[in-house]
């Protein structure tokens, strides 16, 4: 939204009025991306509070009527890697050049990895694939639980993350590769079977 755009309210009793009828109902779904993000209860709630108060500050650039939830999402993941990560004495990176290469190339012929909710782990519950999860580099998991977790689409991700729709795809290919990887021996634990190795002689 322009400058000549922003919306301008009345009152700060309208904009109060305005800005919980958008955001206030998001609360859970903020907190648990956060705490996801941190595996810290206050570190989750002072993000969360963070992210509301960045939120006010720039509401008057919201536009009404887009996709709020995505919105605060990606005030959230913006506020975590610029307030949070920056804590931690070396701060993971990823370099997804080569992967990214290899996927968003026109030859690529390996199959895309299902979705988390029809994945041969979609009935896996328990400490063993949270612990899974928090092992993930924190890109990794934060797009695993956009779109398994919270259900994103391509196109919202790439907004709230601030990536190429193509790279979130290569990106979201490698973390569920990744996870399962993490999973394989638990689920040979509890009976669960992998088709490829099956296969295999």
Not at 10 to 25: I, N
Not at 28 to 41: H, K
Not at 110 to 119: A, G, I, N
Not at 159 to 173: A, C, E, F, N, Q
Request: charged share 35%; proline share 2%.
């Amino acid at each position: 939204m322009s400058v000549e755009n922003k919306r301008v309210f009345a009152s700060k009793q309208e904009k109060d009025a305005l800005f919980e009828s958008e955001f206030m109902h998001l609360l859970t779904p903020l907190y648990n991306f956060a705490f996801r993000l941190t595996y810290d209860e206050d570190d989750a709630h002072d993000l969360v509070q963070e992210t509301y108060l960045k939120a006010y500050r720039f509401f008057e650039s919201y536009e009404k009527g887009t996709n709020a939830k995505a919105w605060m999402f990606r005030i959230l993941k913006n506020t975590f890697i610029n307030e949070y990560r920056k804590k931690s004495k070396e701060p993971n990176k990823i370099d997804y050049q080569e992967v990214e290469s290899y996927y968003n190339s026109d030859d690529v012929d390996e199959p895309m990895t299902s979705d988390l909710r029809v994945d041969a782990f979609k009935d896996m519950i328990g400490d063993e694939v949270a612990n899974a999860l928090n092992a993930l580099d924190v890109d990794f998991r934060t797009i695993i639980i956009l779109c398994d977790l919270e259900g994103f689409s391509y196109e919202e991700m790439a907004k709230i993350l601030d990536i190429p729709i193509g790279t979130v795809r290569s990106r979201l290919h490698r973390a569920r590769h990744l996870l399962k990887e993490k999973l394989r021996s638990y689920a040979k634990t509890m009976g669960y079977s992998d088709s490829k190795e099956e296969g295999e002689d």
